[in-house]
């Protein structure tokens, strides 16, 4: 059974940092592409970033040059570093297979940014 499991979320100030980490309980290295995704209340989900199979990343506009997403296959995780959060950074994350799958939605972690 595949399970995904997100941590790290926290309360920050804006302009703060934290690394979001996503362990998987399946191999990962050669077979996924992985992204994070984010939620707030009352809007859809929506995609943040892409690390590929070969490490190759994709952002969304409003996180670029802010967050970075990459890989340890040895430890089959997944990390989100985020950098100078913002208020509107706020929401629970979650990961998942990119692009993602129903079934392997986990209960996220959430990220507060608030002064």
């Known amino acids: 059974q595949v399970q995904l499991v997100e941590s790290g979320g926290g309360l920050l100030q804006p302009g703060g940092s934290l690394t979001l980490s996503c362990r998987a309980s399946v191999r990962i290295a050669s077979r996924n592409d992985m992204g994070w995704y984010r939620r707030v209340p009352s809007k859809e989900r929506e995609w943040v970033a892409l690390?590929?199979?070969?490490?190759?990343?994709t952002y969304v506009d409003s996180v670029k040059g802010r967050f970075t997403i990459y890989r340890d296959n040895a430890k089959n995780t997944v990390y989100l570093q985020m950098n100078s959060l913002k208020p509107e950074d706020a929401a629970v994350y979650y990961c998942?297979?990119?692009?993602?799958?129903?079934?392997?939605w986990g209960q996220g972690t959430q990220v507060t940014v608030s002064s």
């Open positions: 998942n297979f990119y692009p993602p799958l129903d079934r392997y």
């Open positions: 690390v590929t199979i070969g490490r190759n990343t």
